[in-house]
């Protein structure tokens, strides 16, 4: 839930001098392999040629409901219309062309598409719009469908986050200042932010105590954690879930599409009786993420993973190093990296209960510390413990700087099949070069701890999302041998 659905066009565009005809065969070929591929899209019969045309088909695909379009060059393509075409379509954009399909045919059916895309992009510069234009953009039918198998999770993202709010509740905290940034981003971006207090929070809590749906929840909790759980506790963090859910339905009005980045503590265990982190996760799960500790753009990483992977991220600190020991005792899996690859993502135990090996209804161990040092735990119990199962991972953060310049980073890498022998929902994390990673671009780029967390390898759908907001500043691990701007040459 909480996800847009791409609705795809495919409009084929033709300059006059070439014959209408080329365009039009070339894009139904592109309209078959696509079928084949079981992916929908709406094709339109107009093909473009002049600005009348380019307003006819903008009219035809409006109707038939598409809001991410493909722009096809089947010959060198009109530059004007195509382009006005793009400009006046509200919604994401992509531009792709034919490559020539025989020797056999290179006088009537040559369309010079690979000559006409640069004219498409230099027009498209001309009138500042920024459409998806693939790495090599030129192809057979077969190869422009994989394009455009690429660019629907980038043309989601463009659209759930313009149709996004995100709700915070609380001041970021103090203690954790390098989760403040800067929000005007957010209304670049498209982004509505709805800032409220904790107050109002725990105010609409109460207003649920006793709500007709908790029995339903805490259910729904007991099953999905193997028939474990304390009723009578359960009820509190179902209230809770109940309470967010219902904030977002009654406050989020001209969006579609929500998120929360809520404050979890100090004081919200003494007020509202437990720890948020079970909930955080469960409706993480659901394409509705909720980061902690006030963290606005960890809520906007986090939604933009989901939309770009269609599965639900977590959010995880950057948290510590691996000792040697823990390396020596697993040498093989820890084969082939060294002892600065490998770091814990760690967090209390906000990521879903789908990615741990037996999840566990827990205590938040360093607040029981402070708020309950001799007594059994309960105002601290909430989180969701369990080591993060095996898999491929990639990092992700989309934020702010201080002087309002939005900055990102991606690698990828994996969870290793290692016990981490710790607490929270934890897991040892891979990444080749990390070290280098760790140096020059979260240290030298001022990232926080927090680090989207997507359980799938999607750095390239990511890197064309980022470019596609804007982001002219997009961190990687470097391989071995390619430097940093910052780094030290001299070994």
């Known amino acids: 839930m909480n996800l847009p659905e791409v609705k795809l066009g495919l409009i084929s565009v033709s300059r006059d001098c070439f014959p209408m005809t080329l365009s039009a065969r070339r894009r139904e070929a592109v309209a078959g392999e696509l079928a084949l591929k079981h992916i929908d ?73 690979y000559c006409g895309m640069l004219n498409a992009s230099y027009n498209l510069g001309l009138r500042n719009i920024k459409a998806y234009i693939p790495e090599y953009p030129v192809g057979t039918a077969a190869e422009v469908v994989a394009m455009i198998s690429d660019f629907i999770p980038i043309a989601r993202v463009q659209i759930g986050i313009k149709k996004l709010k995100i709700f915070s509740f609380g001041p970021r905290p103090y203690d954790f200042l390098a989760c403040n940034a800067p929000i005007k981003n957010l209304f670049d971006l498209g982004v509505e932010i709805q800032e409220n207090s904790e107050l109002d929070l725990f105010a609409s809590y109460n207003e649920h105590k006793n709500d007709e749906r908790i029995p339903g929840v805490v259910q729904d909790m007991i099953d999905e954690m193997g028939g474990k759980g304390n009723p009578n506790f359960l009820e509190r963090l179902a209230q809770y879930e109940i309470t967010l859910l219902d904030w977002a339905e009654k406050n989020k009005g001209a969006s579609e599409y929500f998120a929360f980045a809520n404050k979890c503590w100090p004081a919200f265990q003494t007020q509202f009786h437990f720890v948020p982190c079970y909930v955080n996760g469960r409706l993480t799960a659901r394409g509705i993420p909720v980061s902690c500790e006030t963290d606005i753009y960890g809520a906007l990483t986090e939604y933009i993973i989901t939309l770009a992977s269609e599965i639900a991220p977590t959010l995880l600190d950057i948290n510590n190093t691996v000792p040697y020991d823990q390396i020596e005792k697993n040498a093989e899996v820890f084969k082939g990296y060294k002892p600065n690859d490998v770091f814990m993502g760690f967090h209390c135990g906000n990521t879903s209960a789908c990615y741990l090996n037996k999840p ?132």
């Open 41 to 113: 899209i709406y094709e339109s019969k107009v093909t473009v040629e002049n600005e009348v045309d380019a307003l006819k088909a903008l009219d035809d695909v409006k109707g038939a409901g598409v809001n991410a379009l493909v722009i096809f060059l089947g010959n060198f393509g009109p530059e004007g219309p195509e382009t006005l075409m793009a400009s006046k379509f509200d919604g994401p954009i992509m531009f792709a062309a034919a490559a020539e399909e025989t020797g056999e045919d290179l006088i009537d059916g040559r369309g010079d598409a």
């Open 360 to 491: 566990e209804m827990k205590y938040q161990l360093i607040m029981k510390r402070s708020l309950e040092p001799d007594s059994e735990p309960d105002i601290s119990r909430g989180t969701l413990e369990g080591t993060i199962q095996p898999s491929e991972i990639t990092l992700f953060r989309l934020q702010s700087t201080a002087d309002s310049q939005l900055r990102s980073y991606i690698a990828e890498g994996k969870v290793l099949d290692v016990d981490p022998c710790s607490f929270g929902g934890i897991g040892v994390i891979a990444v080749p070069e990390m070290g280098r990673f760790y140096r020059h671009v979260l240290i030298e780029g001022r990232f926080p701890h927090h680090a989207g967390v997507a359980f799938k390898h999607v750095g390239r759908i990511l890197f064309e999302v980022v470019k596609q907001l804007g982001v002219n500043w997009v961190g990687y691990n470097h391989p071995a041998g390619v430097l940093y701007k910052t780094e030290n040459p001299f070994r």
